[in-house]
């Protein structure tokens, strides 16, 4: 029941975004279709894959807000390349490590 609602879903989106102007009208079925069977599993339930498609929604978010936090502070830095590399290579190393503890 989840997967054909999902496509149902995906049939209206799809009908709606095509009237839209740009940007909206770029709307991909089958990225969508493709989206939803990477988060379903055997036996999802339809919960579980709203809860699932939210997490990696914020998921997304913050990575994009991130990376704009991340420009804005490399544009104040300067453009000395030992600065920005050691800025870099600070970032990546509290990644790292931030994405092994959680």
Avoid: Y
Wanted: glycine share 4%.
């Amino acid at each position: 029941v989840p997967l054909g609602l999902a496509v149902a879903f995906c049939m209206v989106l799809s009908t709606i975004s095509s009237t839209l102007p740009p940007p909206w009208n770029s709307f991909q079925p089958s990225t969508f279709i493709v989206i939803v069977l990477l988060l379903m599993e055997p036996g999802t339930t339809l919960e579980r894959l709203l809860v699932k498609s939210s997490q990696r929604v914020i998921g997304q978010c913050m990575g994009c807000l991130l990376a704009v936090a991340i420009a804005l502070s490399l544009d104040h830095i300067g453009s000395d390349a030992v600065t920005l590399s050691s800025f870099c290579f600070a970032l990546f190393t509290i990644f790292a490590a931030l994405q092994s503890k959680h």
